[in-house]
Nanobody, 116 residues
Framework: QVQLVESGGGLVQPGGSLRLSCAAS????????MYWYRQAPGKERELVAS????????NYADSMKGRFTISRDNAKNTVYLQMNSLKPEDTAVYYC?????????WGRGTQVTVSS
């Protein structure tokens, strides 16, 4: 059974940092591209960042470039999202996704709240 478990969310002040983790099990982690998405209240889920299976290539949504960094440790079956210079508009539930055509798996998400 595939499981993706996000952690590291919480309440942080504007300008602060958080590091999210997503631990995967039940799949050959190093074969999957990994993605972080987020969904704010009343909004559609949006792609935040992605990383290839070997970690050699990353991509970011424009609003996250320069502030967020996605990385992975295939030995630990874990993908990370380092978030710096957080803004109130970054408040959302953050989800990780594993994708290798035709399979796709989602975690349950972790809440990030940016507020003073």
């Amino acid at each position: 059974q595939v499981q993706l478990v996000e952690s590291g969310g919480g309440l942080v002040q504007p300008g602060g940092s958080l590091r999210l983790s997503c631990a995967a099990s039940g799949l050959t982690f190093s074969s999957y591209g990994m993605y972080w998405y987020r969904q704010a209240p009343g909004k559609e889920r949006e792609l935040v960042a992605s990383i290839t299976s070997d970690g050699g290539s990353t991509n970011y949504a424009d609003s996250m470039k320069g502030r967020f960094t996605i990385s992975r440790d295939n030995a630990k079956n874990t993908v990370y999202l380092q978030m710096n210079s957080l803004k109130p508009e970054d408040t959302a539930v953050y989800y990780c996704k594993a994708w290798r055509w035709p399979r796709e798996y989602w975690g349950r998400g972790t809440q990030v709240t940016v507020s003073s």
